[in-house]
Each structure stands twice: as structure tokens, then as C-alpha cells.
């Protein structure tokens, strides 16, 4: 299909296709206003009692000195499986407000845990945040708590920061089961001899999504022995990513090239990527153009702020500080794609960020959006050239702007009005 024939199918099905870009929704703060009503409904003394925990938290101020969190929804435990982050929240079509409910939602019971060599911790508040993480379904626990919950979440209409629920000191906690462990999970656990990166890969390649993985990776149950630490979730998210991308990346660096140029496209929560995919070996970059009003460019004066990163095909050496996680996600949704495929490419991803994105939920949407571009159709094109300057028609930036930024597209020739600020001509 030709890219202006994508284009317009895009175009004329999208709304149809699904409901991907969410209208700004403030019922999160209805939900707010009545939530202490039903937390102070399951409380037991000082204890939540038959509480059901879908996941874990490891702060990282102050590390390795951290907090450490079991997350439990409050009043709503026989849905618990739905309040952890996943890709089914994409399946599901979840909007911001539903994401900052769903978080708001979730008591953080926490301690102050050294993160440092917990190869043993398999007792006491630390071994039962421990047993909730490496568990493949929800957990029951009692949790003792010190604290009265702090049920201030500073949730207000002119500043949606990023969504946490109420936080309470933890004392203790106890299993109110026994966990049901996957095998392989139990083999990475027993083997004090393996490198967290090859306990990683081995997880992904027997059927466990990146989710399951920085789980387990956060609660310190990955790595060689002594040397196993608490990873911050922030920090266990970018290395799980990271980590598998590199190891596809491996499985398609002899495999043939694609024989043509394609563009696939998709949009979630106010983002919209492209993807361009072209013959030659391994090349990634993402270029990010976040819109004034959007919610990492919050003045609606000021112009589309631009940021990218680029790898070639040995990949990069340091952190990605410019497009930080989303960098890491994305190329995750496109290695999986040609690593299915048996081929390689290089990929140009170009994510709009409009101002429609008026909360942060993280960079799953990120990783699930790109993911989700490569079924259905897709639009081609002669060259690469012709790819960008088609799909830079339909971006807030000019082609001038793309090529200062995007060292895949800097290459590309434009006129010279271009360069003095006006609209382009393709040359």
C-alpha cells in the first residue's frame, strides 16, 4: 500500500479502530474525594486485613537506603490483577483517568530496606514483598501497619502530577497463602551462578512478558548470589527493557534486511508514532516532539520541544538521558517486530506527544503503542526519503527542524527556506 493510500485509511478508520486518543477527564478527582470513605471501610484496627497485593514498589531516593512497598488495592481486592501494570491495560483500552484511579487506588504499605545484598531475605517484611513479586498472580497478606495511611494525594485540576496512592509505615507483614512460583522463576532463584542479564533473558525467551521480568528484577531475586540487590522500579523497568532489546538485537544482526521501505503508525492516550522501518543493517533513533500544553511541555506558549537519541549497530554504552525510558521501550516494540520476522532494519521511530497527553502513565504506553503499529496495514514508500518528507507532512515540525535534530534524517536535502525558518519543499 502506498504511504499516501495508508495515510488516508488511517485517517478515515482510526476513530473506528479504537478510541486511542483520550479527551482530558477529570473524574479522577470525584474518585479522590470519595476514596477515604471506602479505605476507612477495610481497615481492621491497625491492620488491612485480607488485603490482596498485585505488586511491589522500591523507591530510589536515597539509595541503597530505600523504601519498599507492597502495593494493595483498597476495597477492590477481587479485581486485583487489573491494578497491575500491564499490556492488558493497552487490550483493555485504559485512559489516563483510568490509569490515575487504578494508581490512586493502591495503598504503598512501606519500610526503609538497605537494598543491598538481600540473597536470603526470604523472611519477615522484606521475604513477603519478596514472595508477592516472583508470584504470577496476586497475593493474599496482612499487613500491620505503624502509621496512619496519608490520604493526601495532591490530585488537584491545575497540577496532574504523576499518580501514586496513599502511603502508610509498615510494621510487618505476613502470606495469607502460599505463592504460586513458575518453575523457571524457581530455576533463576536456585542458580547463585547466573548474571541477572542471562536470568533476564532466559525468563523472556520461556514466555515472560518485560513486566514479569522487572518484577522480579526489583525485588533483588536475579543475579548472582551475594551480589543480588533491591533494583528501584524506575530503575528495573529501563534495564529489563534495555536488556531484552539488546539480546534481540543479537538474534537479528546476521539476518537479511528488509527489501522495502514501510511506515506503520499508531496512536494511544494522545501519542502518535511512526514508524519507519528501511533495507540496511541495524539503526535505531527515536525523536520525541512533545506539543506546548502536553504534560512534559506545559506552557502552551512555547513552541514543540524536540529531543532524540540514536544507536548504530553495535548499540550505545551509556544511558539514555535525552528520551530516557521511552527509548528503550520503543526499540523493544520494533526488535520484536523484525526479530519475528527473521529481519533487520533500520527504524526510525517518531513519537508526537499532543497536548490530548495531560497526564503521565508511564512508558508501558510507550512500549505496547509501538508494539501494537506493526499489525494490520502499513504504508510503503520508494525510499527513506520519501518516507520522512510523507510522514513529516502530517508532524508539527518542518523537515528542517527533523534533519537539525534526527541524525537519521539529516541527510535529506530540503530548500533553502528550510534553513531560514520556512515551510519545506522536499528537493
Not at 504534560?295 to 550505545?316: C, K
Request: glycine content about 10%; charged content about 30%.
Amino acid at each position: 500500500m502506498r504511504l499516501d493510500e495508508f495515510v488516508e485509511l488511517e485517517r478515515n478508520e482510526r476513530a473506528e479502530r479504537r478510541r486511542l486518543a483520550e479527551r482530558k477527564d477529570y473524574a479522577i478527582l470525584d474518585h479522590v474525594e470519595t476514596f477515604q470513605d471506602r479505605f476507612e471501610e477495610s481497615l481492621s484496627g491497625d491492620s488491612i486485613v485480607g488485603s490482596v497485593s498485585p505488586s511491589i514498589f522500591v523507591g530510589r531516593a536515597d539509595y541503597p537506603n530505600v523504601s519498599t512497598g507492597i502495593l494493595s488495592p483498597v476495597g477492590r481486592e477481587d479485581q486485583a490483577d487489573s491494578f497491575r501494570t500491564s499490556g492488558a491495560w493497552y487490550e483493555e483500552g485504559v485512559s489516563i483517568a483510568d490509569v490515575f484511579e487504578r494508581r490512586t487506588s493502591l495503598l504503598n504499605s512501606n519500610r526503609t530496606t538497605t537494598a543491598d545484598s538481600v540473597h536470603d531475605a526470604w523472611d519477615g517484611w522484606l521475604g513477603t514483598q519478596r514472595e508477592v513479586a516472583i508470584a504470577d498472580r496476586p497475593v493474599d497478606v496482612e499487613i500491620g501497619l505503624d502509621s496512619t495511611p496519608d490520604l493526601d494525594l495532591d490530585v488537584d485540576r491545575g497540577d496532574l502530577g504523576a499518580p501514586v496512592g496513599p502511603s502508610a509505615r509498615a510494621r510487618e507483614a505476613s502470606l495469607g497463602e502460599n505463592p504460586h512460583v513458575p518453575r523457571p522463576v524457581k530455576k533463576t532463584l536456585e542458580d547463585d551462578d547466573w548474571q541477572a542479564q542471562g536470568a533476564m533473558t532466559y525468563l523472556y525467551r520461556r514466555g515472560f512478558d518485560v513486566y514479569d521480568i522487572n518484577s522480579i528484577l526489583s525485588a533483588g531475586a536475579l543475579g548472582r548470589g551475594d551480589n543480588r540487590r533491591l533494583v528501584p522500579t524506575r530503575w528495573s523497568i529501563t534495564a529489563v527493557d534495555d536488556t531484552i532489546g539488546q539480546y534481540l538485537r543479537g538474534t537479528i544482526r546476521d539476518a537479511p534486511s528488509v527489501d522495502r521501505v514501510e511506515v506503520h503508525r499508531n496512536e494511544y492516550l494522545g501519542n502518535a508514532f511512526w514508524v519507519i522501518l528501511a533495507p540496511g543493517r541495524w539503526e535505531y533513533e527515536l525523536v520525541e516532539m512533545k506539543a506546548p500544553g502536553s504534560v512534559w511541555n506545559p506552557d502552551p506558549e512555547a513552541g514543540t520541544y524536540l529531543a532524540a537519541a540514536h544507536e548504530g549497530r553495535e548499540g550505545r554504552s551509556g544511558y539514555v538521558e535525552e528520551t530516557a525510558g521511552a527509548y528503550y521501550a520503543a526499540r523493544l516494540g520494533a526488535l520484536e517486530h523484525l526479530s519475528d520476522r527473521g529481519r533487520q532494519a533500520k527504524v526510525l521511530v517518531l513519537r508526537h506527544v499532543s497536548d490530548e497527553y495531560w497526564g503521565p502513565v508511564g512508558v508501558w504506553q510507550v512500549r505496547e503503542t509501538v508494539r501494537d503499529a506493526f499489525d494490520g496495514e502499513h504504508g510503503t514508500a520508494e525510499t527513506f526519503g520519501d518516507a520522512v518528507r510523507g510522514v513529516t507532512e502530517h508532524l508539527p515540525i518542518s523537515l528542517g527542524d527533523l534533519r537539525r535534530k534526527s541524525t537519521m534524517a539529516a541527510g535529506l536535502q530540503t530548500d533553502l527556506s528550510s534553513f531560514l525558518g520556512g515551510s519545506d519543499t522536499p528537493s
